[in-house]
């Protein structure tokens, strides 16, 4: 990953003086920095997987209503909406956290691992918040905390968010109901809607990125994601007669062959990228029967809308013209998962100081491109002005290229960076009611 200058070198026209609040910001966030830290601990200890996360949601909404924040629930199973009224008037503004954990067995060494176990797809695995949304809940809650002791400081309302199912929901076939989790079920659920925000916020913690220190972009900051499945029905024969039959394993492979041609062909590259890969193959009982059916998934994945949208409009042709030149059937299903998470240009820009505030001097970076993987919060900012960024993880003393990634089991999060994700959080607030109206009237403008 390359990264360059510090957001100094944007120029930007309003000066990081006219966002400077005195010391008390940051002297919050370290006030309530260890309550960071333990509750991150317990969280990463206690690790449940989408639409699963009872116990995580029981520990959020008491936390918030000891903090004094009204709490609604009721919103995509275990969702939480927190509600604080600052003392001023203002916008609405809203700041989320995902909650859910991962399928798979934790191997970083820290006093704090996971054992614990779930029920993912009706079958028992291993739990663990390989991913870093543990760090998102407790540095959203520890801002919570932080802003309702400053609640006569707050020129507006602050909505907390706390999503579950980000990585999808370990009851459902995600594939066909992905729709039912995650941010688009707390959308449908109306959990923006009283009070309805103008603009959102969101972080994620990576690995392979110092921590302390903030990473970010405007426009396209993170892929959109979709699945697709392929089911080839053929006529099962004897493998040493092919001709008597219809060959579903040859079918397959001439279809993910041309499925290339969907970027390297169709999509105008000058937009920017796309990716559609095969993941799984199913097919065939024994090494001498070629098959009546194979199946396959796989994921799309683009940083461009227009992209994203050609490949799902001449994929199933593709695909069904291959079929047939191969005297077999296709059906083809798309499942759309997340757009592409795209960051308000405005509101990065104008947001920028708050950023270099909150890490440091020299610690707030602009990235070249945008990460490859993908987030829901893409739905979010469909709705409003989005402002989504990356906090380091990773130990700033370590080699930041043989950090494990982010969904591997040694994935950590260095506790020290979660003091700079809380200070992010309240700075995004307190700074956003001075440029909202630019903001927003630039977001207007557009639609």
């Known amino acids: 990953m390359q990264l360059t200058k510090t957001c100094l070198s944007l120029g930007l026209a309003m000066s990081i003086s006219q966002f400077a609040f005195a010391d008390w910001v940051d002297d919050a966030a370290t006030k309530f920095e260890q309550h960071t830290i333990q509750l991150r601990h317990h969280i990463h200890a206690n690790p449940e997987l989408g639409n699963m996360e009872f116990k995580t949601s029981e520990l959020v909404q008491k936390e918030l209503r000891s903090y004094g924040i009204e709490v609604k629930k009721g919103f995509a199973k275990t969702g939480v909406i927190g509600v604080l009224k600052g003392t001023k008037p203002g916008p609405i503004m809203a700041l989320r956290a995902d909650m859910d954990a991962l399928p798979m067995e934790e191997k970083a060494q820290v006093p704090f691992a996971s054992k614990a176990k779930g029920i993912y797809q009706g079958a028992e695995t291993p739990v663990a918040h390989a991913c870093g949304h543990d760090t998102h809940t407790a540095m959203l809650l520890g801002a919570a905390k932080a802003l309702a002791e400053n609640k006569d400081k707050i020129a507006g309302t602050v909505v907390f968010i706390f999503q579950p199912a980000e990585e999808g929901g370990a009851d459902i076939d995600n594939f066909l109901n992905g729709d039912q989790v995650g941010a688009r079920k707390m959308i449908a659920d109306g959990a923006l809607n009283n009070p309805k925000p103008e603009v959102i916020f969101g972080m994620h913690v990576m690995a392979g990125m110092p921590s302390g220190n903030i990473f970010y972009k405007d426009g396209a900051a ?47 590259l000058s937009k ?4 559609v890969s095969i993941g799984q193959i199913q097919g065939g009982t024994s090494g001498n029967i070629l098959p009546e059916q194979v199946s396959m998934i796989g994921t799309i994945r683009s940083n461009h809308e227009d992209i994203r949208q050609s490949i799902f409009k001449n ?22 998962y997340a757009p592409v998470t795209t960051n308000d240009k405005t509101l990065t820009e104008l947001m920028a100081p708050s950023l270099i505030q909150a890490a440091g001097e020299g610690k707030a970076h602009v990235l070249e491109h945008n990460q490859s993987a993908s987030e829901d919060f893409s739905y979010y900012g469909q709705l409003m002005p989005s402002l989504f960024v990356f906090l380091g993880a990773t130990p700033a003393d370590q080699d930041m290229s043989k950090a494990a990634p982010n ?41």
Do not use: C
């Not at 089991?409 to 994700?421: A, E, Q, R, S």
């Not at 959080?425 to 557009?446: C, E, G, N, T």
């Open 407 to 447: 969904h591997n089991p040694y994935f950590i999060v260095d506790d020290k960076t979660l003091k700079t994700g809380v200070e992010s959080h309240m700075r995004f607030i307190l700074d956003y009611p001075k440029v909202a109206s630019q903001v927003q009237s630039a977001w207007k403008a557009k639609k």
């Open 315 to 336: 994929l199933p042709t593709m695909i069904d013209h291959t079929a047939q030149a191969n005297d077999v059937k296709a059906k083809v299903e798309i499942s759309p």
């Open 272 to 275: 920017g990228m796309g990716v």
């Open 222 to 268: 993170l892929n959109s994601a979709d699945g697709i499945r392929v089911t080839l029905t053929g006529q099962q024969v004897h493998g040493s007669m092919p001709w008597k039959g219809r060959d579903s394993i040859v079918a397959a492979a001439d279809i993910i062959q041309n499925l290339q041609t969907m970027v390297s062909r169709r999509a105008d």
